[in-house]
């Protein structure tokens, strides 16, 4: 994607071009869908929270100030979105099945034995889902951005308004501990 | 000599090529001859397949027309604002003169000092639409306390049961925020509860008519989307402004559709 491209896009739909923001949705919504449905992991929630990202996208353009920023601005906006919704979902409970912010405890997942390939992929996916939904915010903010969204460290950097460095240590530390919880299922 | 720990802290570098070449030798060395480490290594790369696996995850088919949809609805603010502009007496009248009704019945009870009726024994003053349909009588309170409390779609006094404790059903509320919303169907209560369970606000019925649900103050924002764009009135008005200082939580809020 052209960053200029959706530098016009923001540019119309200031203007008042709706369809300017159907496409930006268009643009965005699968990388959107996916940092939500990693993040609380339930579908959902995840399709909720995702349309609630874009309204408030949609009424709060009057704060981003760089249109080709629109992408890192809607990242900050997704993220904040997110840890708002999974603390409230982690005081009612939602996760109690999960060992959420335990990292000396790796979630038991279990084994799946199912002939079925589709079946194995589906379970793994949920798997890994757990493990990251499981993972302490900075970490799983950062392998998301990077190893889910494949933004550059510089992005990342600017997203989450955290040096460079911390970037790429705390993302080594965040994928060793994935690592982790997830070694039952890999090995 | 390095340990395995210091090595597997630089798998991250090593797989950006980042690593100076003197260190990015030692640890291919090291790799080559720890079992250990090199199996770690493996896992690490597996690890990042799999969260690359999750990139395939396609969004629903209908995200797009859910955001256009509840862009459409105007906001829980601007109905409040076009409310005061043009006040909707025909909804709100009928619920605040059955409250004030109410209200003196409960003051005279408490004047006189006699005993409230008792919930199968309706209050004079205040009509139970589905008053048949009412609890067992609760013991009386020996203190003679009267309460407000929302049963079966009507406010009416009932004692403070002190021994045994009260069935959860029959405990009296003391709603902090009372929502009247316009019925335009006849499933208008299931479709609300409903939208109320999806945002995770627990609802339960308090009669055909009505809604009881305590949430955080934190969650009026989800109380405002699952009331969507149906027609309601708010008292206290003020209550579901954001940042209203609420003085306790939860907070209980009493829906009622008529």
């Given amino acids: 994607m052209i960053e200029h491209d959706v530098a016009g896009l923001v540019r119309a739909l200031r203007e008042g071009n709706d369809e300017a923001f159907s496409r930006l949705v268009r643009i965005y919504q699968a990388r959107i869908w996916n940092l939500t449905r990693a993040y609380v992991k339930d579908e959902e929630e995840a399709k909720d929270l995702t349309q609630d990202i874009f309204v408030t996208a949609y009424r709060s353009l009057g704060h981003l100030r760089d249109d080709a920023k629109f992408g890192g601005w809607l990242y900050q906006l997704a993220l904040n979105h997110c840890r708002n919704r999974y603390k409230r979902l982690k005081r009612r409970g939602f996760f109690s099945n999960l ?22 992929r589906r379970n793994t996916a949920e798997a890994v889902r757990s493990a990251i939904a499981a993972m302490s915010a900075t970490e799983k903010e950062i392998l998301l951005l990077r190893d889910l969204q494949e933004l550059s460290y510089e992005e990342i950097s600017a997203i989450l308004e955290i040096p460079l460095g911390t970037v790429k240590s705390k993302l080594n530390r965040a994928r060793l501990a994935l690592k982790e919880r997830l070694r039952k299922r890999l090995e | 000599m390095q340990d395995c720990t210091t090595h597997q802290s630089r798998f991250t570098a ?16 090291h790799l080559a001859a720890c079992p250990a480490c090199a199996r770690e290594w493996r896992l690490f790369t597996l690890t990042l397949d799999q969260v690359a696996a999750l990139r395939h995850d396609q969004p629903p088919s209908d995200l797009l027309p859910g955001i256009r949809a509840r862009l459409a609805r105007p906001t829980l603010w601007q109905r409040l604002r076009d409310l005061v502009r043009h006040p909707d007496f025909s909804l709100s009248l009928p619920a605040a003169t059955a409250t004030v009704v109410a209200a003196m019945a409960v003051g ?18 205040v009509p139970g639409p589905v008053a048949a349909h009412r609890p067992a009588p609760i013991a009386v309170a020996d203190s003679g306390l009267a309460a407000m409390s929302h049963q079966d779609g009507a406010f009416f006094s009932h004692a403070r049961a002190a021994h045994p404790p009260m069935a959860p059903e029959l405990a009296p509320l003391h709603p902090d925020i009372f929502i009247t ?9 299931s479709l609300l509860h409903d939208a109320l369970a999806e945002r995770q606000l627990a609802a339960r019925p308090t ?15 989800l109380l405002r989307e699952a009331l969507g764009d149906r027609e309601a009135v708010v008292f206290p008005p003020e209550s579901v402004i954001p940042g209203y200082p609420h003085p306790k939580k939860p907070l209980t809020v009493a829906i009622r559709l008529r």
Avoid: C, N
Avoid at chain 1, 102 to 118: A, K
Avoid at chain 2, 20 to 26: A, G, N, Q, S, V
Avoid at chain 2, 108 to 125: E, N, T
Avoid at chain 2, 207 to 220: C, E, I, K, Q, S
């Fill in chain 2, 108 to 125: 005279l009870f408490l004047k006189m000092g006699l005993q409230p009726q008792l919930p199968h024994q309706p209050a004079p003053s």
């Fill in chain 2, 14 to 29: 090593y797989l950006d090529r980042e690593l100076p070449p003197l260190e990015r030798d030692r640890l291919e060395a």
């Fill in chain 2, 207 to 221: 009669g055909p008519h009505g809604l009881v649900l305590h949430l955080d103050p934190l969650d009026l924002p």
């Fill in chain 2, 181 to 189: 919303v316009r019925a335009t169907s006849p499933h208008d209560l």
């Fill in chain 1, 99 to 120: 060992s959420l912010d335990d990292p000396d405890h790796p979630i038991p997942l279990s084994q799946g034995d199912s002939p079925e390939r589709q079946y194995e």
